[in-house]
């Protein structure tokens, strides 16, 4: 696995900069560049560099999966090249992403992963009654 998988110390982003990284205490795995935690979540900040994924990464996926707390629009605008390859694409998105979720399902045929595993058909109604969800993205 390791000639298929690289580890860049970046987050994916649609351009090359900075972003505050906010680290919760309690479940460092949460961290985001896109909301902070309220009092309730003691956190620090952390400056990382951004990157759009398109600038490293060849184009030749066949599958993507996405869960980067909130940065999910981000990442699939700066990776415009490699989506033009229609790889089968696995995202983790929250229900009051409207926007994106919108997008999504006017340009994907979408459905969604169960907690059982079994994919089943969603409509973005649904999609934006959840706290979260973990969608399949095909191209149309």
């Given at each position: 696995w390791?000639d298929r998988?690289?580890?860049?110390s970046?987050a994916?982003s649609?351009?090359y900069g900075?972003?505050?990284l ?21 956190s620090f ?10 600038s490293r990464?060849?184009?030749d996926?066949?599958?993507?999966k996405f869960?980067?707390e909130?940065?999910?629009p981000l990442?699939?605008e ?6 033009s390859?229609n790889?089968l694409?696995a995202i983790?998105v929250?229900?009051?992403q409207?926007?994106?979720?919108n997008?999504l ?8 992963i ?5 994919e089943?058909?969603v409509?973005?109604a649904?999609?934006?009654k959840?706290?979260w969800a ?7």
């Amino acid at each position: 696995w390791q000639d298929r998988v690289s580890v860049l110390s970046a987050a994916a982003s649609n351009k090359y900069g900075t972003a505050s990284l906010h680290v919760p205490g309690s479940n460092q795995g949460s961290a985001s560049i896109m909301r902070t935690f309220g009092d309730d979540y003691p956190s620090f900040a952390v400056e990382v560099p951004t990157i759009p994924l398109d600038s490293r990464l060849d184009d030749d996926f066949d599958f993507i999966k996405f869960d980067i707390e909130g940065a999910e629009p981000l990442a699939m605008e700066g990776m415009v090249g490699i989506l033009s390859n229609n790889p089968l694409i696995a995202i983790e998105v929250v229900g009051t992403q409207t926007d994106f979720i919108n997008y999504l399902f006017d340009f994907y045929d979408v459905t969604e992963i169960g907690t059982n595993g079994d994919e089943m058909v969603v409509t973005r109604a649904d999609i934006h009654k959840k706290v979260w969800a973990m969608l399949v993205l095909r191209s149309k």
